[in-house]
């Protein structure tokens, strides 16, 4: 394949879609086609990410291709620092080749023994680093070789053609994903998806019909003035595993944490239908998140450490989700009387004895057996609200 059409394959390809995938493919197979004895590729980036630290998308000729993911931790740090490419940073080197079928000491690193074993015959790396403040600091893609003379310098000049418009192409295609990545863990899926699509002014928003779901924790002040900050930080993010995957799983949206609690959203399509489906997963994630806190807490005596108690509300109202704050400095959220509501009933579980508390208006619209727990005077309601929780098993 003529290496000027496949870049500009490419640029093409880059620009009109955010697929990896379909472009490693037809790289690697317009190489192979052009004579390149292809037999493994890997495009390395590092990632932004709470999960992992860098991804990997891999090539094997007569495979197709495989992702992974490069977990945060101790082992990837050690097999990271035993790499060539790590080692390649530290001499400030873009290119690097080995010969696989002939070991000494310049190839004694895990990965390159591990291509050996499979039959590889020579390994090439080419890094190219990203302008400084774009998110990423640049792209290693490695080529391997079963050829028994390895790679020639035909081979070589030709991948050295196309490497600087893949490069980008992964450039482009990196800080997409990047971008939404980065916006969902700190702003929520669905919110960020808004925002990326535009709904950025100040003002800008809807009013939604909505599940409301708020939670706090008990004591956690009290407990913040005599515990080690950073065990504070750990206890606090193992509540919100337990009481925040239910939100997602049933699915809603934590619009916000709280200091020691979260704001979440369920929100509801078609009010008019009754019951309501969307405020039944929102009580099943409430219901849920408490019993995976009171695990918690139970993991918690046992190890003679503290626990956290957790008060929960939910709520059902129209709230207005857009954009709140100056002209710079924007927070996604809701507001409304609603969420007023919602805090206001929360503030009575200690006092009621329940930790679990649901509104007048959200159970109207439930289809499960509700428990009455009585009738509550809050400050801002036109009327008492009477509030329920779901019966002890």
Known sequence: MDMTDLTRWIAEHATATDDYDTLLARVCEGLCASGVPLWRVSVMTPAIDPMVRGVSLNWHLGQGL?????PHGAEQEADWLRSPIFAMLERDENFGRWRLDSPGPETDYPVLHDLRAEGGTEYAVHIVGFAPGTALRGVAISFCTRARSGFSEADLRAIAEVLPVLALAVAKLGLGHTLREVTATYLGRSTAERVLDGQIQRGQGRAVPAAILLTDLRGFTALSDRADPYDMVT?????????GDPVARHGGEILKFLGDGFLAIFPVPDAGILPCPVCSSALDAAADGLAANAVLNQRRREAGLPELTADCVVHFGTVVYGNVGTERRLDFTVIGRAVNEASRI?????????????SDSFAERCSRALEAVGIIELRGLARPQKVWTLPAE
């Open 66 to 70: 495989s992702f992974v993911p490069n």
């Open 235 to 243: 206890w606090l993010n193992e509540h919100f595993d337990a009481l």
């Open 346 to 358: 929360e503030s009575q579980c200690e006092a009621l004895g329940h930790a679990l508390l649901i």
